[in-house]
T-cell receptor, first 114, second 111 residues
């Protein structure tokens, strides 16, 4: 595997379900991110982990719960979601420090909440 | 005023045309600028990364930054149908990790 991978690629869940999204980066980076992408809106930053410590929680509802067990893996745990949470969820990674700012994205998980 | 403005298009051009994609921004603290390409049902892919005013060229792509006007551009020469995608601009302050994105411009290159 290379780059940033995400599973599953597609997910349909009811409002009472609990599910998890998984992200893995193979780039040796020290920071990982969760973004939400909805139609006709800019990417919305949800969470940032730097060296496995959460450094950003961008006013995201508690029904989204991130977990970063190590520098290569990131999870987004979902429970009691709403239909407006349907979107493309993107994971990204970057190497913070030494003038690096570019982020590398995974293919995303297309989430539909019914 | 939004921090980053990008015309969502859609933009449709014939194959071989020169394409110009643009973003304007309001925060003069932005120092680093990126262009991403996103194909349908895929994640964004980094195309260009610049940190100074002027031009940066990579094959058929040229990124241009004008910090005095707070304006960035991406030019695509000899456009191909495979260039059909949404193009996102992104920018960041020097000491920050938080990218600010435009909404993206949907480009279609017709054979």
């Amino acid at each position: 595997e290379t780059g940033v991978t995400q599973t599953p690629r597609h997910l349909v869940m009811g409002m009472t379900n609990k599910k998890s999204l998984k992200c893995e980066q193979h780039l040796g980076h020290n920071a990982m991110y969760w973004y939400k992408q909805s139609a006709k809106k800019p990417l919305e930053l949800m969470f940032v982990y730097s060296l496995e410590e959460r450094v950003e929680n961008n006013s995201v509802p508690s029904r989204f719960s991130p977990e970063c067990p190590n520098s290569s893996h990131l999870f987004l745990h979902l429970h009691t979601l709403q239909p407006e949470d349907s979107a493309l969820y993107l994971c990204a990674s970057s190497q913070l420090g030494q003038g690096h700012h570019e982020q590398y994205f995974g293919p995303g998980t297309r989430l539909t909440v019914t | 005023q939004k921090e980053v403005e990008q015309d969502p298009g859609p933009l449709s051009v014939p194959e071989g045309a020169i394409v110009s994609l643009n973003c304007t921004y309001s925060n003069s603290a932005f120092q680093y600028f990126m262009w991403y390409r996103q194909y349908s049902r895929k994640g964004p892919e980094l195309l260009m990364y610049t940190y100074s005013s002027g031009n940066k060229e990579d094959g058929r792509f040229t990124a241009q930054v004008d910090k005095s006007s707070k304006y960035i551009s991406l030019f695509i020469r000899d456009s191909q149908p495979s260039d059909s995608a949404t193009y996102l601009c992104a920018m960041v302050r020097g000491s920050n990790y938080k990218l600010t994105f435009g909404k993206g411009t949907l480009l279609t290159v017709n054979p």
